[in-house]
């Protein structure tokens, strides 16, 4: 049988990033630094969420952490894997984005995610938004964080994920639906899993994104007016430079807006020591900063 194999004739970096979707997403702030540093270089990464990289203009491939049938011999020059979680960036007092540009020797830049939106992923979302009544959409991710689109963690990360999640999710969409369905469409980011309270599918300005691909998941953020999440992919997607979308954050232990957020967010902390709590008024005063950047924080909610 002849069988017929492609030559490599030049090998790409291969930039190892592990663990969850934020980080693998906050690496892309540097692509654009590492190709001004060598623009001949190929840059390949390997995460696990190869689809967000898979239509980059500046990455040459995109592979998943557990694929095994990889030569990388063949296809890959150097190995490169610097650690954010083995470095001085332990000390929580510098940006995640800062400690790779240390690590890669890059100039200090901004806190943004460099990613791109496929044709296919921008006609598919833009059906979505068909559906939305011509409103402008705010997206919600109270509930989930890093387990959007994964296979199911340990007991213990699983345990770690449902603090993260904000448990007043009825209360505070419902207060959102009443004062502000007219003018705006609100659009729940979850899996199947995500514990959201049933009687929320009753809204008719109320939609659910529920398990799509990563890729559309940033896709549909570069839309939207503004978003409201927990410590999760949303407000790093709602980050992209270029098409900043300021939204409101909320925050629980152990992750801070200092080491892996944005500052241009409305970063709200915990009222609680372990988990996600925040009072519903706190954040619709948040809120309508950003949609009422003129209104005073003493002005009844419309």
């Given at each position: 049988?002849?069988?017929?194999?492609?030559?490599?004739?030049?090998?790409?970096?291969?930039?190892?990033?592990?663990?969850?979707?934020?980080?693998?997403?906050?690496?892309?702030?540097?692509?654009?630094?590492?190709?001004?540093?060598?623009?001949?270089?190929?840059?390949?990464?390997?995460?696990?969420?190869?689809?967000?990289?898979?239509?980059?203009?500046?990455?040459?491939?995109?592979?998943?952490?557990?694929?095994?049938?990889?030569?990388?011999?063949?296809?890959?020059?150097?190995?490169?894997?610097?650690?954010?979680?083995?470095?001085?960036?332990l000390k929580k007092d510098i940006h995640m984005t800062k400690a790779w540009r240390d690590m890669y020797d890059l100039p200090d830049g901004?806190?943004?995610?460099?990613?791109?939106?496929?044709?296919?992923?921008?006609?598919?979302?833009?059906?979505?938004?068909?559906?939305?009544?011509?409103?402008?959409?705010?997206?919600?991710?109270?509930?989930?964080?890093?387990?959007?689109?994964?296979?199911?963690?340990?007991?213990?990360?699983?345990?770690?994920?449902?603090?993260?999640?904000?448990?007043?999710?009825?209360?505070?969409?419902?207060?959102?639906?009443?004062?502000?369905?007219?003018?705006?469409?609100?659009?729940?980011?979850?899996?199947?899993?995500?514990?959201?309270?049933?009687?929320?599918?009753?809204?008719?300005?109320?939609?659910?994104?529920?398990?799509?691909?990563?890729?559309?998941?940033?896709?549909?953020?570069?839309?939207?007016?503004?978003?409201?999440?927990?410590?999760?992919?949303?407000?790093?997607?709602?980050?992209?430079?270029?098409?900043?979308?300021?939204?409101?954050?909320?925050?629980?232990?152990?992750?801070?807006?200092?080491?892996?957020?944005?500052?241009?967010?409305?970063?709200?902390?915990?009222?609680?020591?372990?988990?996600?709590?925040?009072?519903?008024?706190?954040?619709?005063?948040?809120?309508?900063?950003?949609?009422?950047?003129?209104?005073?924080?003493?002005?009844?909610?419309?």
């Amino acid at each position: 049988m002849l069988v017929h194999w492609p030559e490599v004739p030049v090998k790409s970096d291969l930039h190892i990033v592990e663990n969850g979707l934020g980080k693998v997403a906050l690496w892309s702030n540097i692509i654009h630094d590492l190709k001004k540093k060598d623009p001949e270089k190929r840059i390949s990464i390997q995460s696990p969420w190869p689809d967000l990289y898979d239509k980059h203009k500046d990455i040459y491939s995109s592979i998943h952490t557990m694929d095994q049938s990889v030569d990388y011999k063949k296809y890959f020059d150097k190995m490169i894997y610097h650690e954010p979680y083995k470095s001085h960036y332990l000390k929580k007092d510098i940006h995640m984005t800062k400690a790779w540009r240390d690590m890669y020797d890059l100039p200090d830049g901004d806190t943004c995610i460099d990613l791109h939106v496929s044709e296919p992923d921008a006609l598919y979302c833009n059906q979505i938004i068909s559906n939305m009544q011509e409103k402008p959409y705010v997206l919600l991710q109270l509930k989930g964080g890093t387990n959007v689109g994964q296979k199911a963690y340990s007991p213990d990360h699983q345990g770690f994920m449902k603090a993260r999640n904000y448990e007043m999710d009825y209360e505070l969409v419902t207060e959102l639906y009443n004062n502000y369905n007219e003018d705006y469409f609100f659009l729940i980011i979850r899996t199947k899993n995500d514990p959201y309270s049933p009687s929320l599918e009753n809204y008719p300005e109320l939609g659910f994104l529920e398990d799509e691909k990563i890729s559309v998941l940033h896709a549909i953020a570069q839309n939207c007016k503004t978003f409201i999440s927990i410590d999760s992919c949303v407000q790093h997607f709602c980050s992209q430079r270029g098409n900043i979308k300021k939204g409101v954050v909320m925050w629980g232990a152990p992750t801070d807006p200092i080491t892996i957020g944005h500052d241009w967010n409305v970063n709200l902390m915990s009222e609680h020591p372990s988990k996600v709590s925040v009072g519903v008024n706190t954040v619709m005063e948040a809120f309508e900063s950003i949609i009422k950047p003129n209104k005073k924080i003493d002005e009844p909610t419309k």
